[in-house]
């Protein structure tokens, strides 16, 4: 199902979103951010996860909200 991303590093972007075998959405969708690395340090910084939680009350298109970085 295409959901619209609110905040965060992909906001404002229609993206696909698996639902289960019921057809219904995840409540929360973890994005890893990685990319080139330009630097100066032998070894770039560890990939982040940034969370997006389900808002229930928008349907069409369905809406997640950025939350911040996922707390491993």
């Known amino acids: 199902m295409e959901v619209w991303f609110l905040g965060g590093p992909v ?3 229609l993206a696909p979103v698996e639902v289960d075998e ?5 409540q929360v969708v973890r994005l890893l951010q990685a990319g080139f690395y330009l630097g100066t340090a ?14 229930e009350a928008e ?4 809406v997640y909200r950025y ?3 996922a707390q491993t």
């Open 11 to 13: 906001d404002g972007r």
């Open 22 to 26: 019921t057809a219904n959405l995840p």
């Open 42 to 55: 032998d070894n770039p910084s560890q990939p982040i996860e940034h969370q997006y939680v389900h808002d």
């Open 59 to 62: 349907t069409s298109p369905a």
């Open 67 to 69: 939350v911040g970085p």
